[in-house]
């Protein structure tokens, strides 16, 4: 669905003219549209850790603490997957992030220790012990864009009438409703909470989730001897 026909779809439910354009309409409805389909998408993208939204950066390590800016390593970063920094190379999982406490106490001792951790500071990755060259870092993080041009580039806002949706335009259709209803001053609760509603069962969905079992056995490879279904003579 592009942004033109989101618009158009919104503006049909909420009682508006279909618009002709989107971006460069000089309409103040049709611009207060895009206004609210930019905060919807922004804020969507914050709700949840979209298996859209993820990827997985890999690093090749600088003989230093100072890594590098986490952007450089990690294109469209917004926020990192907890506990998915692992040191290839040694194959250790990386600690962290640090806290400045945590950090600053690292760098006062005296004695450094033999497993390596991280923390983000000033936008760049910091790792301590400072890793030998050529080492293989990698991590998953959630990036920011959230719509894409019509040739597919990563954008974090609307840019024009043919750019898509990269998350759920059926949840951002439901955004721009209630948004647009609660900045007319109108009655928008029940949008918003089918709104909700909505997110919360998409959050769900999102790349399935792991059966837990409390026979711990369940899910086990059981050795068993497996023949073939068919006539066997006696």
């Given at each position: 669905?592009?942004?033109?026909?989101?618009?158009?779809?919104?503006?049909?439910?909420?009682?508006?003219?279909?618009?002709?354009?989107?971006?460069?309409?000089?309409?103040?409805?049709?611009?207060?549209?895009?206004?609210?389909?930019?905060?919807?998408?922004?804020?969507?993208?914050?709700?949840?850790?979209?298996?859209v939204q993820q990827k997985t950066a890999t690093h090749t390590t600088?003989?230093?603490?100072?890594?590098?800016?986490?952007?450089?390593?990690?294109?469209?970063?917004?926020?990192?997957?907890?506990?998915?920094?692992?040191?290839?190379?040694?194959?250790?999982?990386?600690?962290?992030?640090?806290?400045?406490?945590?950090?600053?106490?690292?760098?006062?001792?005296?004695?450094?220790?033999?497993?390596?951790?991280?923390?983000?500071?000033?936008?760049?990755?910091?790792?301590?012990?400072?890793?030998?060259?050529?080492?293989?870092?990698?991590?998953?993080?959630?990036?920011?864009?959230?719509?894409?041009?019509?040739?597919?580039?990563?954008?974090?806002?609307w840019a024009a009438d043919d750019d898509t949706g990269i998350l759920?335009?059926?949840?951002?259709?439901?955004?721009?409703?209630?948004?647009?209803?609660?900045?007319?001053?109108?009655?928008?609760?029940?949008?918003?909470?089918?709104?909700?509603?909505?997110?919360?069962?998409?959050?769900?969905?999102?790349?399935?989730?792991?059966?837990?079992?409390?026979?711990?056995?369940?899910?086990?490879?059981?050795?068993?001897?497996?023949?073939?279904?068919?006539?066997?003579?006696?």
């Open positions: 669905m592009t942004l033109l026909v989101l618009i158009r779809d919104a503006a049909d439910i909420v009682g508006l003219p279909r618009p002709s354009a989107v971006v460069s309409s000089a309409d103040t409805q049709v611009r207060q549209l895009l206004a609210l389909a930019n905060r919807e998408g922004k804020s969507l993208a914050q709700r949840h850790d979209w298996t600088l003989a230093a603490e100072d890594q590098g800016t986490i952007v450089s390593i990690a294109p469209d970063f917004d926020r990192l997957a907890n506990e998915t920094t692992w040191n290839r190379s040694q194959q250790e999982r990386v600690g962290g992030p640090l806290s400045p406490i945590d950090w600053q106490l690292l760098q006062a001792s005296t004695v450094t220790g033999p497993y390596q951790d991280f923390r983000i500071q000033g936008g760049n990755l910091h790792l301590y012990p400072a890793p030998p060259a050529g080492e293989t870092v990698a991590f998953d993080y959630v990036a920011k864009s959230w719509c894409q041009s019509a040739v597919s580039v990563a954008q974090t806002r759920s335009e059926d949840l951002m259709l439901l955004g721009i409703i209630w948004r647009w209803k609660q900045q007319k001053g109108m009655d928008y609760g029940e949008d918003f909470s089918t709104y909700e509603k909505e997110v919360m069962h998409a959050a769900a969905r999102d790349g399935g989730r792991r059966v837990i079992s409390l026979d711990e056995d369940a899910y086990e490879y059981q050795p068993t001897i497996r023949a073939p279904i068919g006539s066997w003579a006696p």
